[in-house]
């Protein structure tokens, strides 16, 4: 395992900040008196995204041990990385003004949220573009990966701005169903995807073949099953599609309204699911990294 | 301009590790890094049995993946196609590492940096020969300059028919016969 | 040019701090190399010809040394045996010098494996005190010394021994070569012809592996041997790494060889395809020995050895048609150098073998080398010990041995009766790689006086009353070497580093100055410098030469090809009949000889052999060899699939092996490359001594599983002779 547990860790905040950024966004646009999604997704993103960053300094013995040497990082435009080390960069500045924007209770400008709009799904993209470019692991080499990547960072970006939100205004949560909508969407999406993924590569590469059956059936099953496809999927999945079902009778009588204006149901299930989400975001990148078998050069 | 390449005789091989060490010591590495790894490849039944030994190290590729995936250009060609490191400019992000076909690269945990075999350049530039080549005990190893047709290396590679581990992985500079 | 925008890591200018470092030794090559790196601009290398102590070969290199520090080495292109080439031990033992685990002064035991430092003065006058008391009261013939034969024990050794009037100066040889070495003695009338592989045309290997029993030039002709379309067959219970250069793998029933070789032999004789002119001109008692070869038919030797008449017939067949560039490789330790009861006469076998093929001296054949003209010190200046009165111990028991070398064994035996009362070990490691360790430990621990003369705590001088700190062989001139071949030449060992340990002394100084404590000195009274230059005159070459080129040969004095010299057999010529057998009480006519054990179906026999990165016991400590164990699992034992399978072990599996002698843990390397009936053991591990702390509990010594035991005709350890059975156990 060259790349470990801490890159699992990068990836997952990348896409995570992503996915937050964006929802802030949706959600000040669809929901204006959802202040505290539009809030908390405003202030983690940055704040996750430093931690990424952080992350990968700390896995970069060389540079930690020098960190002028981080400056060459923007110099080779064929590399993922630099490009989305620019990505990021932008991303970062426009997500850190809009935060303190949000902090000092300052419009925000337009301009810098398209901008940010734009970085943040560059950089989900590249977060599955750095490995899926890598055509000496043939799991991670497929034009699926960037795009399941784009789906989990969406997906846990949702989670992330949701379980923060509901910690801090049990009602909030309810005020937003277009966007556990677009979650529950998203989540059955990755389980296609995932499984075509794995369909595909393994039938068309030996190595690919090895990896996926050392995630299916071998070393990382356990985690596999258990904690991507039940608890990070089929969990949130199920308590997602229960809550919208109820939600739905619910809205439809106005002592329901009430009752979940008042917020004082599906706090926990909220938790559940969007904790479920996180752990199951970060779980499907330690295994891809984990499982990542090279090609056969012998 | 010379373009250097190497062949590696895996029917000649012992398996002596005497590349690996004068390597080493070359390049004044830790003992737990190494440019040169192992491979066994043991096929048939007993008594019929045959046990292939294949040495591997940077193959210093043409278009090579870790110089377009490292981002600070720390791995570098140099105009005779060696695939270089410089340390200076590593951070030690490991994306080369991932990027090789051929598992090439090793990280000294003491600088950080990554690096692997460097076709010793500055032998080379003496005129000498490479460490590993010149220590292999069984003249499993030969060096020298591809684009010069008459090259001990070149007409190796012709009469033995030495082809890249994975050819169609794209071209490597070092050659196997196997 | 190559541009050299070369990694410039952690590159330090020599500085004073790192220099001082440097001299201190206090930092191991590793820490070394962390902050000493790239050759600056301000670095001067120097490069220093000598000669290699991770062998027996001491092939010549060149050491190059940064300000003032071993950087790296490369091989010496005139000497031999390196033919500009060095195998791994030679590059990365030389790291010796730097390691932490160094013995830095004399030390006195005070207790159980405790040790006090003492001056070289009280050491010295301490040794010399017991030494003589011991042999005033039981005579000189209880004083044995016993060593590893390198250019400066040579000389020094035997005549160190002499001086105090002893006879017994032995070499490691009793678990080397004693079998092979006695065999070929009393038939060609040397211990080991060489073989002229590069021109051969038909080569078998019996049990001797280059690419793991490694001499680089050795595997350097066998590599063109292999170019020029020779047929090169080897005879082993394993397929060791020298199979890639081989034609055809003979997968034997170990211990049985001498079947083989007989068969072969008869099947030259009856094919007619022996060299009936040589016979007739060089050889003794040929009638008797085709006499008795005749039942000796390849069917026979099929079902001892396993191996297909058929293969037996054509491979003898070829090599009569080959002859006389075909031989059999005159061997080493590997099949029949101290292994089995029959190992005296496979030797013997072989050498007779070649003799039918009329090889010797021939292109392509055995070849008796060379050895260069040196002077010797004027006897009226520097007078020689006179000669012991008592004859060297087990040279009654062990008539046929190779008087030289004894066996040295019998230093233990002799204690374990109580007749050996001191023993010196100098530069080897007999409590480990002599004989059983317990036997060895309980024979050691009787003695009055153990001394050894080590660079590290090995297990023998954990035992030793006295432990006496000798420099590397990276900061120590030595004696001139001769080396013998077929051109003969000389290569000088020399200092390529300051000492490092201020109380560490090259063993020429050992030796004089305690000749001088001990009364004898008058034998040494002359310095090393002296005795080289002595040695070189009658060589036209001058010291400063020698030492500026490290090996010289000598074209004018090669050999002359198809001009066989008078032997040192009693008959000057190729005995297939010895007297000297008859005289000894054995059968003047080689047979055949079953081994002394046998596996039966639910257990193995126990064989062993080198690998290429180790050398005996003594690298096991160096780290930057022991890491490639680690890195490639080199310690586990081959076990067969098929009886690892009926047995439920797995590759990489913890196994139980238990023997009459020991039980031991070790994990397993399951592969088609071993007989079903072996366990192959690599030798070069199981350290017990704590001081060593990279090669300590890295796997075992299969010394432990050894019966101490001598084979009947060269005293040798028999050390094959071992049954073993194999279980899964967890861990
Ligand atoms: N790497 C390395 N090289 C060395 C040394 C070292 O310590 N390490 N030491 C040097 C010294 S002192 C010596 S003596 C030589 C030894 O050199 P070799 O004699 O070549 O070495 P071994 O590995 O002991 O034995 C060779 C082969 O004999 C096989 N063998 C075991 N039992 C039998 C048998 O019953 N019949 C047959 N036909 N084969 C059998 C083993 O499987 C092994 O492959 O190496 C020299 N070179
Ligand atoms: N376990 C085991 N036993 C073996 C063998 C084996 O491979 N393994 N091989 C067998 C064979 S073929 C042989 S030839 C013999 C060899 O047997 P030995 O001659 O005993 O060889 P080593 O076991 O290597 O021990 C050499 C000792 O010399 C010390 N030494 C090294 N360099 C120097 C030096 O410069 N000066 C001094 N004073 N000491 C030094 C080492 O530290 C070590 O303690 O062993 C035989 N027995
Ligand atoms: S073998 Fe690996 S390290 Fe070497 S040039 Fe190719 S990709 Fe780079
Ligand atoms: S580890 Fe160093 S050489 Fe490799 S990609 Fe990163 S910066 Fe480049
Ligand atoms: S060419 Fe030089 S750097 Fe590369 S493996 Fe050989 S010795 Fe090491
Ligand atoms: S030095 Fe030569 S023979 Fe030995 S392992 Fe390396 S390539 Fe093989
Ligand atoms: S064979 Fe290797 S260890 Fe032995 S003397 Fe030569 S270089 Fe040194
Ligand atoms: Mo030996």
Redesign the interface.
Known sequence: MVWGTIIAAYLFLAGLSAGAFLTSSYAARRYPEAKTVRFVGRLISPILMGIGLLLLIVDAEAGLKDPLRFIYLFTNFSSVMTIGTYFISFFMMAAAYIALMELLKKDTSKIVEYVGIIFAVATAIYTGFLIGVIGAVPLWNTAILPILFVVSAFSTGIAGTMLVSAIMDKKVVHMVMSIKKIHLTLLVAEVLLIFTMFLITSSTNESAAQSVSMILSGEYSILFWLGLVVVGLIVPIAIEALELWNSKKLHHTPAGLEVAASGSHGIAATMITESAVLAGGFILRYLLLAAAVPVIFL | MARYGMVIDTRKCVGCYACRVSCQMQNELPVEESYIKFYEKETGVFPNVKNEIIPVQCQHCEDAPCVSVCPTKATYTTKEGIVLVDADKCIGCKYCMVACHYGARTQDHNTGVVEKCRFCAELVAEGKQPACVSTCISNARIFGDLDDPNSEVSKAIVKMNAQPLRPDLGKAKIYYVR | ??????????FIKASAATAALASAGTVG??E???N????GANAVVKEIPSTCNACSSKCGMIGHVKNGRL?????HPDHPYSK?????R???YATVVYSKDRLTQPLKRIGEKKFEPISWEQAYREIAEKLNKIIKAHGPQSVALTEDPRASGKFYSPRFINALGSANYYTHHVVCSNARDAGFLHTVGVTATSADISNAKYIMFIGRS???G?R?SS??S???A?DNGAKIVIVDPR?N?????ATE???IRPGTDLALVLAMSHVLIKENLHDMEFIKNFTVGFEEYAQELKKYTPEWAEGITGIPADAITRIATDMGKAKPKALIEQSWRGAFGCNYENSTETGRAVAMFNALLGNYQQKGGSIFGGKPTLGKLDKAKHPSPKEPEVPKAGSKEFPIAYPENGVATIVAKEALEGKMKAAIYYHSNAALGYGNPKVMKEALSKMDLVVAIDVQMSETAQLAHYVLPEVTYIERDEVIEGLSGKVPGIALRQQMVDKVHPETKPIHEIYTELAKACGVGQYFNFTLDELNETMLAPTGITYKQLREKGTIMFPNEEITIGELPKLKTPSGKVEFYSETYKAAGFKPIVEWIEPKVSPADDSFRLITGKQ??HSHTQTANI???M??TK??DLERIWI???RAKALGIKDGDMVELKSSEATSKIRVKV??????EAIFVPSHYGITSKDLKTGYGVGFGYMEHVPFDFEKWSGSGNIHEVIVKVRKVNG
């Open positions: 040019m190559v541009e050299t925008k070369l990694s410039r890591r952690g090559f590793n070394w190399s962390k000493y790196v790239k050759a950087w790296k080495l490369t091989g500009g080439k060095l195998c791994a030679g590059h990365g280059y690419g793991d490694i680089p595997v350097q066998l590599a063109s292999k397929l790494n020298t199979g890639n250069l793998w003979l997968a290429a990165i780290p930057i060899l890491q490639i890195d490639y067969n699939p098929v592969t088609e490359r071993i007989h079903p």
